[in-house]
């Protein structure tokens, strides 16, 4: 599972807050040509866990570190 260790720093990488859903804070990056729409980072309730925003079950998708180099090489996520 990939891990967003500062969510403070989401914003210098084009993620937007969209709020809180009474389960945690929610960033969100739009993204065209990205499989998923895009990249979310669902707060504490999910252990600020990153992903495709629109994951439908019946695509195949391309790993999501192939979307987040940007945030991998500065170690903004890791690798759990």
Known sequence: MLKVTDTSRL???????????????????????????GIIVQGAWAENKISYLHPYKDID???IEN??????????????
């Open 67 to 80: 979307y987040i180099q940007d945030l991998i090489t500065p170690g903004i996520v890791v690798k759990e």
């Open 61 to 63: 998708y391309p790993p």
């Open 11 to 37: 914003n210098e990488f084009g993620f937007a807050y969209e709020g809180n859903y009474n389960r945690g804070d929610n960033w969100v990056r739009y993204e065209e040509g990205n499989p998923g729409d």
